[in-house]
């Protein structure tokens, strides 16, 4: 995509912007601009090796909201504020969009590869056009709008720090389901990621259809008899 110029200055620029003060800086430096509206994108479940990557695209109010002045970096924050701040995101964002990105599709594509693409997907589901994307921490190419990554970003940006929390809430909520669905994995209390009770019960029990079964630890602990062709544990019921 070939940068947009404003103004004579080229967009995006080269360098990668770090951390600033405050969590409306950038936003607001952009809209200053002629940039805006906006849209902050992150993710949600990278690092783990079971369940979806979830990735959410958020629009925030040029002005600052009253109700969402504890936004901040989603792994800063207790799970009862981030249950607290995400329906007050989306009852206050000028457009949010959620998207996952299946366990089976990470594998096929690759982590990162999943990462840039549900970024691509979330910013398409936006219902407003934005005018500039702030990423959490690497380039994302084929976006509708000129776009900059932000290393720290969701501490560094508030649409990115809401995007975040929209991310994460929506991928631990889909976590607890799954718990339900699969049940001796204890999804809901690791949510996928690989701690030492998610590794214990692998080796009990061997992986489930949600698991990533391009990384390393899952595969091994698949096993060679026992439960379905691959060794995989089915749906339960």
């Known amino acids: 995509m070939g940068r947009a110029v404003n103004r004579g200055i080229a967009w995006p620029p080269r360098t990668v912007i770090r951390r600033s003060t405050g969590l409306r800086t950038m936003e607001s430096a952009l809209v200053r601009s002629g940039l805006g509206p906006v849209a902050g994108v992150d993710e949600a479940g990278r690092g783990a090796c079971a369940g979806p990557l979830v990735v959410a695209a958020c629009i925030l109010p040029a002005k600052p909201i009253a109700a969402l002045s504890r936004l901040d970096d989603s792994k800063k924050l207790t799970e009862r504020a981030r249950e607290e701040l995400f329906p007050l995101i989306k009852r206050h964002a000028v457009s949010w969009s959620v998207v996952e990105v299946p366990a089976w599709e990470v594998d096929a594509i690759g982590v990162h590869v999943a990462n840039i693409e ?4 979330a910013v398409a589901g936006l219902d ?3 005018g ?3 990423t959490d921490g690497f380039r994302v190419p084929g976006l509708p709008a000129p776009s900059l990554p932000v290393i720290g970003g969701d501490a560094a940006a508030a ?3 809401a995007a975040s929390i929209l991310a994460k809430v929506t991928r631990d909520r889909g976590m607890v389901e799954m718990d339900g669905e ?3 994995y204890d999804f809901a209390i690791h949510k996928g990621y690989g701690t030492a009770r998610h590794t214990s019960a692998l080796a009990d029990l061997g992986p489930c259809a949600e698991h990533r079964m391009s990384y390393a630890n899952v595969m091994a602990h698949v096993k ?3 439960v379905g062709a691959l060794g995989i544990r089915g749906h339960a019921g």
């Open 118 to 121: 549900g970024m691509r997907r």
């Open 128 to 130: 407003v056009a934005p």
């Open 132 to 134: 500039y994307v702030l």
């Open 159 to 161: 649409c990115i720090a």
């Open 182 to 184: 699969y049940p001796g």
């Open 224 to 226: 060679v008899s026992g």
